[in-house]
């Protein structure tokens, strides 16, 4: 009985580690654009479909391969951007189903651990402003959008304007949160994606993940406003500015978790094929992704705002 266990875990493990490597090299084989969009789907997969212990070594054998295969220069696409970013992506999954699989096995509600997910990477983005993304590295994006802009002035026959190199400075500065925010955002779209993909397919789900009882906490909500202030109480060029609102942004994504379930809920009670709600759903976040979170960030501070006066 206990070699047939570990025979079926051996081949979850090998089916994995394959499911994983040719998901990537497809991926980046279609595009850049489609592989940075899509990269953590068939982790999140195979996340929810596995027990730790076999997703750990799935995602262990699957980097081995592809740090070998660039090593030895076997597969001539697979760059040192590629493995860093592949190791990345592989390390947030680590971490995001560590600490899912930590609370189902504590019985802590879930709905908790979003805004400590949240603070964890805030800690990371900080580290990170504080030691990698400084002058050097700030002068040479700066460099190239002003190139860019440049460009697009001379095309157009724009002149220059100061008010837009400062524009630019600002958005630099804003960058590391900007990222942020759009690295938890593209998370979660392939997270709903992978749940649809599973429940679709018929998978038994291991880990179950839901979010929609989320209520954004009232300390978290506290400390959200102190950064807005702050921020508000010191000129762009402070590094105290660029900390507040460079938090303030990041923080931003449990609002926008928050909105997004009650527009899920409202979107419900419409009475629609689900694949063309999908449909839709997908062409807004596509065309008009700005208005669409958008909106969802004032829905979600508006979700918020009810739920702390009822409280």
Known sequence: MQSKVD???????????IFLVISEILFIKVSPQFYSLFNPLPFLIIGLILPYKE?????????????????????NF?????????????????????????????KINPNKVIPIINLIFLTFLTIFYFTIFQNSEQLEIKQFF???????????????????????????MLLPSINCLIFFI?????????KFFVRKNNFDEYLLIEFTSFHTPIWFS????????????????????????????CM????????????????????????????????LFLF???????????????????????S
């Open 186 to 194: 593209s998370f979660s779209f392939n997270l709903i994606i992978a």
């Open 78 to 106: 697979i760059q040192n951007q590629f493995v860093i970013f592949q190791s990345i992506i592989s390390f947030s999954i680590v971490l995001f189903f560590g600490i899912f699989h930590y609370v189902n096995f504590k």
């Open 252 to 283: 931003s994504f449990c609002y926008l978790i928050e909105g997004f379930v009650a527009f899920t809920n409202k979107f419900k009670s419409i009475e629609i094929n689900n694949y063309i709600k999908f449909t839709i759903i997908f062409l």
């Open 222 to 249: 506290t400390l959200y406003i102190a950064c807005l202030i702050i921020s508000m109480l010191f000129d762009t060029d402070s590094q105290f500015w660029v900390l507040s609102m460079n938090s303030f942004i």
């Open 55 to 75: 997703l750990l070594l799935s995602i262990f054998i699957s980097l081995i391969f592809i740090l070998l295969a660039s090593f030895l220069g076997t597969v």
């Open 288 to 310: 008009l992704g700005y208005v669409l979170l958008l909106i969802i960030l004032i829905l979600g501070y508006l979700e918020n705002l009810k739920k702390i006066k009822k």
């Open 146 to 172: 002003e190139k860019l802009v440049n460009e697009i002035n001379k095309s157009y026959g724009i002149k220059g304007n100061e008010d837009l190199g400062n524009l630019l400075n600002i958005l630099i």
């Open 7 to 17: 025979r079926n875990s051996l081949l979850l493990i090998t089916y994995s580690s």
